[in-house]
């Protein structure tokens, strides 16, 4: 029986120390280049191949879950995955209520998409998509804002007349602006947040140092910048 009862307990804890290894990955799956769904309908872009790097090199097994933008910071606080890597920018606001890597892509601009290139922003209607820096910003700087859930449907906003331009990060916007000869991206621009980081638990201090170390190991050999280049998220290291 003491057999048996040895057993079962090193059974729980290989169990466990499997599950342990294993790291949700939150995304969104609609932010290209950053994050996105595929054809085959799987997790695709930058952050996707960003971090199946960061977790062989911490020698963990991903699994990817994705989230819509709005709840993804609560979803990751109450355990339905434990890491956000959905191009969330550090800010100290957010910094209250999770935890943050070292930034692996340095700020990114941020790009007005109009109708117009002779827009007037600031005494214009901005889109931008709910609880992003830029929504923080129109806000801060008492323009008018109208926010949207996803970031498809401020670029539809400014389409149909809602919003006169959108602010978003420029790696986003600037292949739209690309592909549609009607939408333009304004000469100006701002620098906002302090890069972009993965998103923890307050409480996995362990985790945070072992992403840490991934993302610190992939900017001494270069590889960062590599990726980044690769995908043309943001500026390089």
Same mark, same amino acid.
């Given at each position: ?6 057993? #079962? ?17 939150? #995304? ?6 950053? &994050?996105?769904? &595929?054809?085959? @309908? ?32 609560? *979803? ?26 070292? &930034? ?15 827009? +007037?922003? !600031? ?7 709910? *609880? /992003? ?10 323009? #008018?804002?109208?926010?949207?859930? /996803?970031?498809? !449907? ?23 602006? +690309? ?14 947040? @302090? ?10 201090? !362990?985790?945070?140092?072992?992403? +840490? ?11 960062? *910048? #590599?990726?980044?280049?690769?995908? !043309? ?5």
């Amino acid at each position: 029986m003491k057999k048996l009862v040895l057993a #079962t307990a090193a059974l729980a804890l290989c169990a466990g120390m499997a599950s342990a290894d294993t790291v949700r990955m939150g #995304t969104e799956g609609a932010y290209p280049p950053w &994050n996105f769904i &595929n054809d085959s @309908g799987q997790v695709d872009g930058f952050e996707r191949a960003l971090g199946d790097e960061l977790c062989k090199r911490a020698e963990l097994t991903c699994e990817w879950v994705t989230n819509e933008w709005d709840s993804i910071i609560p *979803n990751l606080v109450s355990g339905n995955y434990d890491v956000i890597i959905a191009g969330m920018s550090i800010t100290d606001e957010r910094d209250e209520v999770i935890d943050f890597t070292q &930034n692996y892509t340095p700020p990114d601009p941020s790009a007005y998409l109009s109708l117009s290139a002779d827009l +007037d922003v !600031e005494g214009a209607v901005i889109a931008a998509q709910t *609880n /992003t820096i830029q929504a923080a910003f129109v806000a801060e700087k008492g323009w #008018t804002l109208v926010e949207f859930a /996803t970031p498809e !449907e401020t670029i539809a906003a400014v389409r149909n007349g809602e919003a006169d331009a959108v602010l978003a990060d420029k790696s986003y916007l600037a292949p739209v602006a +690309d592909e549609e000869a009607d939408l333009v991206l304004l000469e100006r621009e701002e620098e906002i947040g @302090g890069g972009v980081g993965m998103g923890v638990r307050e409480s996995d201090g !362990e985790l945070k140092a072992k992403f +840490d170390a991934a993302i610190q190991s992939m900017k001494d050999d270069g590889s960062l *910048n #590599t990726l980044i280049s690769k995908w !043309e998220v943001s500026s390089t290291f």
